[in-house]
């Protein structure tokens, strides 16, 4: 049995409402038996593509790894793989801010390309209005992955994941970061 992605984007202002910790365990059947493929260089390799793809599909320009936003993500993934939370990391607004997206489930049974793609399912909901009105939904919250992905002014990403006995956590952290209320991603 595997856990459903944690969909808990908030970025920047979205996250200073007063959002949602993190949504409910959700618990459903498991395709396959064996353990998802992990390591850096993997991790790297999928995250970068995968957000690279999406971009280029609505016509923004490709990001680049950032080898600090990486140690940054490691640190809280490691911090909520530690603590069993699953939150947005508090961050100061104004400069050093960092745009974050964020993932949890079941260890070892969600592959990379797994995690990134249920932020980039959301594009279903996604119209290029200002935040936080970008979703046909009403609610900022159901694109607020895939908007932080293909936000135009984000030139860099760097992403981590860390594991308790239980579960995976993915943190994606970017810069300069998205989901700027009155702005529009594209």
Not at 12 to 33: D, F, K
Not at 146 to 167: E, H, K, M, P
């Amino acid at each position: 049995m595997i856990r459903k992605a944690g969909i808990a984007l908030l970025a920047m202002a979205l996250t200073a409402c007063g959002a949602p910790s993190g949504p409910e365990r959700v618990v459903e059947p498991r395709n396959g038996t064996a353990s998802a493929q992990r390591g850096s260089a993997l991790l790297r390799q999928v995250m970068l593509a995968r957000h690279n793809d999406a971009r280029r599909a609505v016509d923004v320009p490709p990001l680049a790894w950032d080898d600090t936003l990486a140690a940054h993500a490691l640190d809280y993934a490691r911090e909520l793989a530690r603590t069993r939370r699953f939150q947005h990391a508090p961050q100061p607004m104004g400069p050093g801010r960092e745009g974050e997206n964020l993932f949890t489930g079941t260890r070892d049974a969600y592959s990379f390309a797994e995690m990134i793609q249920y932020w980039i399912d959301e594009r279903k909901w996604f119209v290029n209005a200002p935040a936080p009105d970008f979703s046909t939904t009403g609610n900022g919250e159901a694109v607020a992955h895939y908007t932080q992905i293909i936000w135009r002014t984000t030139t860099r990403v760097g992403c981590a994941v860390a594991s308790n006995d239980r579960d995976d956590y993915l943190v994606c952290r970017y810069a300069p970061p998205g989901n700027v209320i009155r702005l529009r991603a594209l």
